[in-house]
């Protein structure tokens, strides 16, 4: 969700502005930021607590194998990667970002109380057994329904609450009258990454350890206290709150143009002198781009009469805007470079093989303390964090001053980095699981997947820093390309489609997965992704994902220069905005 830069304001039926009725003063402002954030602080330590560890409750509560058990937690990041998407829609649509908030928070909730009641309540699993020495009883479609469900609410919860709670906290403190407005703005969104970066780190190191040291019942039931006082503490504060209603959303005008262009589309092109297309008042455009041309009938008037004596459309189903036109067209243009980080997302999703892999590995610091092996995710965090802050306060104004001139590495060059480097993860990760599975049969643990090899685990911490790395160049490089290159009507966009190929890389990495489990243990062989890590082979599988990385590194190169010059480095030859080719209207003195 957008935090956007013009706030609608509230209206009541007769078109009277209710923000110059009431002072603004009554309500937001800084009091309202400590239940925003720690609404959204305490959602991410709780949800992100939860996965790491997910992957041995499934195996071992539910006596699931491991191709099913990381499919179906492949399928839950799936869900809350896309849900927000969901939810920043229903919110722009219908709800309006309070409400959804709340019913986001009120979903999590439920779910995290399902788990926990899963862990509490012997009889909602099945009874216990070791799969690697006996016939265990799978779970019966009741017991699979409640843990189900539990992991549906949550992605529901997630959905409704990331996309609007940056967005509802700068409804709090966006102040035109205050000229330090933008500082205010700037300084909330600071504690706002901070928060989150920081929950995600207690959720890592925190929750897993509570988890690994005192069961799942209290594992569980700690979200779940968690999640109780982000509900309760963004409630508390209703009365405080500044409540935007819901507006337009961008996803009805794309549709809208679609529908439009198809009805109109035995329809003539108006001649290049003659200015027939309906556009916004104030527009910079006087005629819709030549790219994908066939959009354009979407905003032809057919009919005088669809146009309002206001200059506005009628019925936006029946003629719709130059604009609504050429915000679809940025969208459609990014599709192949978007695309190209989903071989990404499939590597950084990555997270339960890791966990197996560090579970079977000496974790001991020190002979009292040991890294649960949930944890070893922090190393791509920390790294994420700490290489963010170098790049801009040491790398880039030293490499400036070295050279004598302004170094900036382009949005696209960090996103082909940032391939690399994934690529590059999966290739060391193959190579530490190569040589520790040769050290576990060496050391008599082929038949014993529960063995701890006589091998440091914190040889998984160099793979984990190259995840967080690569997730730094192309996950940030994505982010701010999409900014860059779309109108700023379409902020919310930009800010949800790096979530939408998470989502798809959730989904494609469990077809991955389950091709290569059925494809590697036909004729009676042994899966590469074994539920016995040791008969297994999961380095052959990292080597796979290598491959497939470094070939996507390849197609992005084609995408990258099929698309041509982005904005930073458009001059003045016309190309504009979003790389289109545009007549802009200019009138001076216009109070646009």
Known sequence: MEVRRNFPSHEDGNGVDQQEQAPRKAKGGLVTMPFIIANEAFE?????????????????????????????????????????????FLADSFLGRFLTIGFGSIASLLGMVQLWLTAMISRARPPPCDQFTQHCKLASPAQY???????????IGAGGVRPCSLAFGADQLDNKENLNNDRVLESFFGWYYASASLSVLIALTGVVYIQDHMGWKVGFGVPAILMFF???????????????????????????VVVVAYKNRRLAFPPHDFNGYHREKCSEYTSPTDKLRFLNKAC???????????GVSVNRWNLCTIEQVEELKALIKVIPLWSTGIMVAINISQSSFPALQASSMNRHISSGFEIPAGSFGMFTIITLTIWIVLYDRVIIPLASKIAGKKIHLGVRQRMGIGIFLSGLAMMVSGIVEHVRRKKAIEQGLAGNPHGVVNMSA?????????????????????????????????????????????AIGNLLASV??????SATKNGGKESWVSSNINKGHYDFYYWLLAAMTFINLIYFLCCSWIYGPCVERVGKSGVE????????????????
Do not use: H
Request: charged share 10%; glycine share 8%.
């Open 300 to 310: 032809i008037i057919r009919n005088p009469q669809d146009v309002s004596p206001t």
């Open 230 to 256: 982000s509900t309760l503490l963004f409630f508390i504060a209703s009365s405080l709150y500044i409540k935007q209603n819901a507006s337009k959303s961008l996803f009805a005008g794309f549709l809208q």
């Open 44 to 88: 991410k330590v709780a949800s992100y607590g939860l996965q790491p560890n997910m992957i041995f409750y499934l195996m071992n509560e539910y006596k699931m194998g491991v191709t099913g058990a990381t499919n179906l937690i492949f399928y839950w990041s799936a869900a809350t990667n896309f849900m927000p998407l969901v939810g920043a």
């Open 577 to 592: 905005g979003n790389g289109f080719e545009m007549e802009k209207l200019s009138v001076p003195g216009t109070p646009c």
């Open 145 to 155: 329904s409640l843990l189900l469900s539990s992991f549906g609410l949550m992605s």
């Open 512 to 517: 991955v997965l389950s091709t290569v489990d």
């Open 458 to 502: 914190l040889w998984l911490v160099p793979q984990n820093c190259l995840t967080g790395l690569a997730e730094a160049f192309n996950a940030i490089g994505q982010t701010e390309f999409y900014y860059s290159e779309f109108p700023k009507s379409m902020s919310s966009i930009a800010s949800s489609l790096f979530g939408v190929g998470m």
